[in-house]
């Protein structure tokens, strides 16, 4: 009840000047819910050094960031990627989705902290299962929002750094509804990591059956091979046996 509430406030708010009471406090606004206050409260004990960034990965139960107003969940996420943890970023993106799934009215003002995150994130070398659904996720909201570049950067970085198949899956999978409108500039972004040699045979494995040079123009690839033997073989390991045009 709303009265119960506000004796519980009344009480968080007593404990303020006392950092030893941090975690309680941060329990307590986990099981009772947000307010623009109690985010403010959580984010001054990150910021401080009071709470262990660690711990917010208990806010992505039980629907607590949809409940939170915009404004402060947005400032909640931009502190929470600050910290550069990894399970505090994966909370910050969580904490984003939840948010923008019952608000459509939302999306807007948390695309950029939503781009901030996926960006981030894309550099884990091994993410689990959720975290690579959700990385997905926000990257289908921000090719909704026309964030295609962050979405585009993020990828080619994920590709980069990732040891997990099933992510890179998820990455090629985000990056198909952009391949007929930006598969030039996405090929422009790959061959980088063609010309690696740590890193060729694994993106080739990656981005096999992608469907990515129907959408780049033969000249680009046949510039890119040149006379290159190791790059021939590359872009026909890319193609299928009839894959049109560089078949």
């Not at 623009?36 to 917010?56: K, S, V």
Request: overall charge negative; proline content about 6%.
């Amino acid at each position: 009840a709303a009265g119960d509430e506000a004796e519980v406030d009344a009480v968080l708010r007593r404990w303020r000047p006392s950092p030893e009471l941090a975690l309680s406090t941060f329990l307590s606004v986990w099981r009772i819910g947000p307010t623009d206050e109690r985010i403010g409260w959580l984010i001054e004990d990150l910021q401080d050094g009071r709470l262990a960034p660690n711990a917010f990965r208990w806010l992505i139960l039980g629907g607590w960031g949809a409940r939170a107003n915009t404004a402060p969940l947005r400032s909640l996420a931009s502190a929470l990627l600050a910290t550069k943890e990894r399970p505090a970023r994966a909370a910050a993106l969580s904490l984003v989705l939840a948010r923008m799934d019952p608000s459509p009215d939302s999306r807007v003002e948390l695309l950029d902290v939503l781009g901030e995150a996926v960006t981030s994130l894309a550099s884990v070398p091994d993410p689990d299962t959720m975290l690579a659904y959700e990385w997905e996720l926000g990257c289908k909201k921000l090719h909704e929002g026309s964030r295609d570049d962050t979405i585009i950067g993020a990828s080619i970085e994920a590709l980069r750094s990732s040891e997990s198949l099933g992510f890179a899956d998820r990455v090629w999978t985000a990056l198909h509804p952009l391949l007929a409108t930006h598969g030039a500039r996405i090929w422009a972004a790959l061959t980088p990591l063609l010309e690696k040699s740590t890193d060729v045979a694994r993106v080739l494995v990656d981005m096999r059956g992608s469907g990515l040079l129907r959408h780049v123009p033969s000249d680009d690839v046949l510039r890119w091979i040149g006379t290159d033997r190791g790059r021939q073989i590359a872009v026909a390991e890319m193609c299928g046996a009839y894959e049109v045009p560089l078949n």
